[in-house]
Structure formats: structure tokens, C-alpha cells
């Protein structure tokens, strides 16, 4: 929607129509999701220090959590601007607002991982909530019946969840990743029982659009952040030998993901809110292994020019297991359902178990995880084009 200067500066916040022609994503929501990015950056380097160190485990907890933060964030505000977006002087105030949380979330990640210090990250998920609420309360405001019970109850269900995640900060350490997890649960619960007797009006082409452009905005970053470790590796080590097949590995891998990922149109699934939850949240697999992808390069390339403190295996790890968990999400999520024979169902599984086993590769875990992935594009594009010359050979036939 965009803004005329003869319209109001304050309007409304009602519904949009689902079948709104033509509906694209807007210069605000760029805006919202490339600064959602930044704290995505800061989330993968504080991912790389803590593998690079030796705190594997650790340092995926933390990466989890405030990865959670992030994308719980980003994608409560993606469905509620499909539904109401009306792009008047408040609405984009409030956006910004949360905006502001997400860039509090990002300067507080480094301290969330190297001292257990959770909250500035606290602070910047609460206010992004806030504004959520605020956006909501204004739909109560502007709504009645069945859809301002619905705007209400997401209000005060995102309200009282803000309390439950004041765990973080008073319980000892030890219990942080229980609260985590219960609040983690009871947040995506809150959709759900709001939309149980009136479902919000979002757009499926819509939903689609930001979901992929955010997917390319995070594959970005992990190639910016694979391009800045090699070129720092070369400026400090001149070890073109070794970084070089990272550096081609890794960008097959990442090139694979993204065909992947939009060989197939996604939109005509979303037909209900059933399927859109479970589309929706499945995501944060989606993003969160596409951006460690990323984290992992760097680990890789950090101890292949001994930077770093782990052995060669973890750092390959590092890389294949979230290229496999990419993998296997993108197919349970959409891939499948477009997929016609077993041969097509099993080229993604089958894809992410041999990238798996690249990790014990040695030091070409990654160029072969990176041929595995391309050999998978291949396969799965000429099934396809087999397929089309079938189903194009049988009308003839029968005439």
C-alpha cells in the first residue's frame, strides 16, 4: 500500500482483503527485515567465537535462544502487516520502534554469549513486543466482534508472555534454557488460541514474497560473512591453497540453497491457517541453519589457517550439519509436496545424509559438500525435465 498526500496521516487499522491484486512487499518492510540482518550477523559471530573456542554446545544454546528472539519478532510483525498493514504516520512510528528493539537485541548478543549477560537482548525483544501490542490494541480499537476479541487476545497474550521471559534474568543459569523453552513454546501458542475463532486476513503471495526475500537477506549475509573470513584469512596467512576450496564449496552450498529453495512456488499451499502455523514456524529452521551456514564457513576457515581452537572434523561440522538440517526443513516444508515419485521425494534426504558424511572428509569436507549440494540441483532439475517430457509425450500418444 502506498501513501498519497492528500490521504490522512492516522486512519484506521482494519483488515486487508486476502485476494488484494497485486500485492508486494513494502519499502518499510525492506527496511524492517535488512535491519532485522544486523542482529542475525551479530547472533552468527558470536556462533563463531564460542565453536572457534571450543564452546560447541554452549554456543548454540545461545545462538537458539536469541535467534528465537529475533525471528519470533520479525515474523509476528510480517503476518500482522499482512493482514493490516495501512501504512498511515503511526503504524510506520511503531515499525520503527521495533526496528529500534531489534538493533538493543543486536548490541546486547555478544554479551549474551561471553558473560551469560542476557539483558540488553531482554530488553530489545521487549520493547519489539511492546510496539507489537500497541499495533494490536489499535485493531481492537478500529475492529468489533469476533475480530476485536481476536486483536485483544493477542495483545494481552503477547503481554503476559513478556512477564514469563523475566525467567531469563532472575532464575540461576542452569534453568535458562528450561524458561526458554517454556516460553518459547507458550509464545507460539499465542497465535493459535487468538486466531481460534476468527483467523487474521494475510495475503498468501504476500506471506510468500517476505518469507523468500528474507531467505535471500540471510543467505546474503552468510556469503558476506564467508567473502570478509577468506579475505581476512588471505590478508593474514596468504593461504590461497587451502581457502580456496572452502571458498568454492561454500558458495555451491549457498547457490544450491537458494535454487532450492525457489525451484517451487509456495503461495497456492498457504490455504489455511493450519497450514500457514505450521509453514510459518518451521521457518526458524530455515533461517536459523541458513545463517549458521555462514558461521560455519568462518570456522572452517579459522582453523584451516589455525586461528581456530577446534579440530577439523567440528569445523566441518559446523558447515554440514546445518547445510543438512537446511536441507531436510526445505523439503518438509514445501519441496515434497510439488515432488512426484519416490526418485524426486528422495533427492533432498538423500542429499542432506551424503553432506553429512562429507564431514568426514578432512580438509575437503567442504568442496565436497558444496559438489554434493550442486549434483543435487542437477538431479532434482533433470527428474523434472524428464517428467515434463513425459506428461508432453502422452497427450500425442493418445492422439
Request: hydrophobic share 55%; glycine share 8%; net charge negative.
Amino acid at each position: 500500500m502506498t501513501s498519497s498526500p492528500t490521504r490522512s496521516p492516522l486512519r484506521r487499522l482494519t483488515a486487508r482483503g486476502r485476494d488484494e491484486p497485486h500485492r508486494v512487499a513494502s519499502p518499510l518492510e525492506l527496511f524492517f527485515d535488512l535491519c532485522f540482518v544486523v542482529a542475525i550477523a551479530q547472533a552468527g559471530v558470536a556462533l563463531v567465537h564460542a565453536i572457534a573456542e571450543g564452546h560447541a554446545g554452549e554456543g548454540i544454546l545461545n545462538y537458539a535462544m536469541v535467534f528465537f528472539a529475533i525471528w519470533w519478532a520479525w515474523m509476528n510483525f510480517t503476518w500482522f502487516s499482512s493482514a493490516y498493514d495501512n501504512d498511515d504516520a503511526l503504524y510506520r512510528v511503531v515499525t520503527l520502534v521495533q526496528i529500534a528493539g531489534v538493533l538493543v537485541l543486536a548490541a546486547g548478543v555478544s554479551r549474551a554469549f561471553e558473560d551469560h549477560e542476557f539483558l540488553a537482548v531482554l530488553l530489545g525483544y521487549v520493547i519489539m513486543r511492546l510496539a507489537l501490542i500497541a499495533q494490536w490494541l489499535r485493531v481492537a480499537r478500529s475492529s468489533e466482534g469476533a475480530e476485536r476479541t481476536m486483536a485483544l487476545r493477542y495483545a494481552f497474550g503477547v503481554l503476559l508472555c513478556q512477564v514469563g521471559w523475566l525467567g531469563l534474568l532472575v532464575l540461576p543459569e542452569g534453568g535458562r534454557a528450561w524458561v526458554f523453552l517454556v516460553m518459547a513454546v507458550l509464545e507460539m501458542c499465542v497465535p493459535p488460541f487468538a486466531e481460534r475463532d476468527h483467523p487474521t486476513s494475510w495475503h498468501p503471495h504476500h506471506i510468500a514474497e517476505r518469507y523468500g526475500l528474507f531467505t535471500i537477506i540471510v543467505l546474503g549475509e552468510t556469503i558476506a560473512a564467508a567473502t570478509v573470513a577468506v579475505k581476512s584469512g588471505l590478508d593474514e596467512n596468504d593461504a590461497l591453497d587451502e581457502l580456496l576450496p572452502i571458498a568454492m564449496g561454500g558458495l555451491l552450498i549457498i547457490f544450491a540453497a537458494w535454487w532450492i529453495y525457489f525451484v517451487v512456488p509456495i503461495h497456492g499451499r498457504l490455504r489455511s491457517s493450519k497450514q500457514a502455523f505450521l509453514w510459518g514456524y518451521g521457518h526458524y529452521l530455515v533461517f536459523a541453519s541458513a545463517a549458521a551456514i555462514g558461521a560455519g564457513l568462518e570456522v572452517v576457515v579459522e582453523q584451516a589457517v589455525g586461528k581456530a581452537h577446534v579440530s577439523t572434523l567440528a569445523a566441518s561440522a559446523a558447515v554440514t550439519l546445518p547445510t543438512a538440517l537446511y536441507l531436510l526443513t526445505v523439503w518438509g516444508l514445501h519441496s515434497r509436496h510439488f515432488k512426484v515419485g519416490i526418485a524426486q521425494q528422495l533427492v533432498l534426504p538423500v542429499t542432506a545424509l551424503l553432506v553429512i558424511c562429507c564431514t568426514f572428509l578432512g580438509d575437503w569436507a567442504v568442496p565436497a559438500a558444496g559438489i554434493v549440494a550442486t549434483l543435487a540441483v542437477v538431479t532434482g532439475t533433470t527428474l523434472t525435465a524428464r517428467m515434463a517430457a513425459r506428461e508432453r509425450e502422452e497427450p500425442v500418444r493418445a492422439a
